[in-house]
């Protein structure tokens, strides 16, 4: 008679401790109620070489790279999770009395990366997330909320201020991706590419000069850890401090959001903000297939024309030479 038996999805919510000094932590369920992606995944087909996984990396970053979630109509309207869990999650964030609240994605949430499975490659379900917890931010003054994600065989930090325009970004949302203990991006035979990809896509990721994370993000087994350190007075929420730390198969701290206020783990963007905030839907590669067309196009309609014109020249000749030997007869 557990809830979660009768819900339509494996989403849930623990909490720990009383309010104030309380921690909620919100897993979500990104996988039963997910829509196909604009150009369906071939990563689950039993293809030899783990070619699946590379095959499904390369139809992301073309369907990306030519825009089509903001070009296909189908593509438009495609989901992550199901209104019901919506509703659920809506009323498990802004009615949450804990000062420090953790969202658990399965899939990364704000990374640019083109090649993966996130919530960038469903823009609209993207930014009604981050709407939301923008809307937290604004209604739960001094508590804070970060992302947690994985998937992606790899850790890293993304902080979602990188990416928004204008001076007044008030606030930020900060992800940390930790993935995964048992498998490394670079453990298949193509596992070379990994470093290069994630030193290309860098402009989501968190950079603290103080620690010194660069380019921060780490390509080895690892696991995640969070510290929180609150204050001695349950009035001064401002000292409640939280760290979320990567570490390597040993336990070394391999990547880290240093020691930040929970308070600013939050967001108060505007809308305009929070809609082009890094994402890996960008259409880059529509300029070039625009030229590569023009160009074509050019090239046969030059040929066509060199051809229709070829043959006017041979028919006037083949016409003056009739003429002249009717004339010679």
């Known amino acids: 008679n557990d809830k979660r038996r009768l819900r339509d999805g494996a989403y849930s919510a623990i909490s720990f401790g009383n309010a104030p000094k309380k921690v909620k932590v919100m897993f979500l369920d990104t996988r039963s109620g997910r829509d196909l992606h604009c150009i369906p995944s071939v990563g689950a087909m039993p293809l030899p070489l783990g070619l699946g996984s590379a095959l499904g990396c390369i139809t992301r970053w073309f369907s ?8 296909i109509p189908s593509c438009k309207d495609s ?16 009615g949450s009395d804990a000062q420090v609240n953790i969202v658990v994605s399965s899939i990364q949430v704000l990374t640019s990366n083109k090649f993966m499975e996130t919530w960038g490659q469903f823009p609209q379900e993207r930014v009604r997330l981050l709407k939301l917890l923008n809307r937290f931010g604004e209604e739960k003054e001094g508590a804070g909320v970060v992302l947690l994600s994985g998937d992606v065989h790899h850790g890293e930090i ?3 201020s990188k990416g928004a325009p204008g001076k007044a970004k008030r606030g930020r949302i900060l992800e940390v991706t930790s993935s995964g203990l048992t498998h490394s991006c670079v453990d298949p035979f193509y596992g070379f590419l990994c470093g290069p990809i994630l030193k290309s896509a860098y402009k989501h990721r968190f950079v603290d000069n103080e620690i010194g994370n660069k380019p921060n993000f780490y390509t080895g087994k690892n696991f995640g850890s969070i510290h929180i350190d609150w204050s001695d007075s349950d009035d001064n929420l401002k000292d409640d401090i939280m760290t979320v730390n990567v570490h390597d198969v040993l336990g070394k701290t391999v990547l880290s959001t240093g020691r930040i206020p929970v308070s600013d783990y939050s967001s108060r963007m505007t809308d305009y903000q929070l809609g082009r905030i890094y994402g890996p839907v960008d259409g880059s590669m529509v300029p070039f297939v625009v030229r590569v067309l023009f160009a074509m196009f050019l090239f046969i309609a030059s040929r066509y024309l060199q051809r229709k014109l070829m043959t006017e020249v041979f028919a006037v000749k083949a016409k003056e030479q009739k003429a002249r030997d009717k004339k010679q007869n």
């Open 64 to 71: 990306a790279s030519m825009n089509l979630q903001k070009i």
């Open 79 to 94: 989901r992550i999770m199901k209104e019901e869990q919506w509703e659920w999650f809506e009323d498990q964030l802004l």
């Open 158 to 160: 993304i902080d979602s």
